[in-house]
């Protein structure tokens, strides 16, 4: 694929740390953990660069510089995979200067927005207004900032969080609904019934996806489509997995 593709989003660390348990403590009700193993990958906006590349090679990321610092630390048991606990570190995320982007260089900008301070609304919508191709997946409620955008991705609780909508953005809208695939324009796409062991990173690696496919085919109903098989795919391992290239994706 020649078209190029620009990520832009802040990015953190994603570590997990699988343990095994026994016994509760006895001093206070909590579960004695004992460490088995521990990986980490990077995450956010990182993570849709890393999905994004397993499917094609023409993609650049402006993101954080002091990503590696910002990690979110997950407590999992080792055999069902249940969380424990959640820590994340609060280092300040600095704003980024937009106006130094190089948006003309690129076929379709993807906006991976985790609404921790990298991006203002004033920023997206300086993106949206000088480029015809661009991709938000946000934590922002959805308002008029995102009118000139292209489409915009988000999970079901997010788009219950930004009603009401107008109905210009509302037809811009795919929210994903976990086990039961996507929803655009009034249009269910559904998904392959599995076993779900883990949907950390799923929704980066249903964006990575989607943009991917679209900016092949100018297609969205086909990306939809595509975007909801590779997340399919990725929830069926533990951790944050990434996107394992089909053979065939004409």
Known sequence: MNKKILIVGESCRDIFVYADTERLAPDVPVPVLKIVKQTENPGMAKNVE???KALCKSCDIITNKNWRSITKTRYMHEKTNHGFLRVDTNHQIPRINVRKLPLKHYDLIAISDYNKGFLAEDDI????????????DTKKPVDSFLNRCTYIKINKKEYEGSLPLSEHLKRKII??????????????YPTEKIEVKDSSGAGDSFFAALIVRYVETRD????????????????QHKGVS???????TK
């Open 175 to 188: 929210f994903t609904k976990g086990e039961h695939g996507a929803e655009f324009n009034g249009t269910h």
């Open 125 to 136: 919508q300086y993106i949206c207004e000088r480029h015809d191709c661009v991709f938000v």
């Open 220 to 235: 969205i109903k086909e990306a939809i489509r595509f975007a909801n098989m590779c997340a399919t795919q990725v929830v």
């Open 242 to 248: 990434v996107i394992q290239k089909p053979k065939k």
């Open 50 to 52: 890393r999905n994004v």
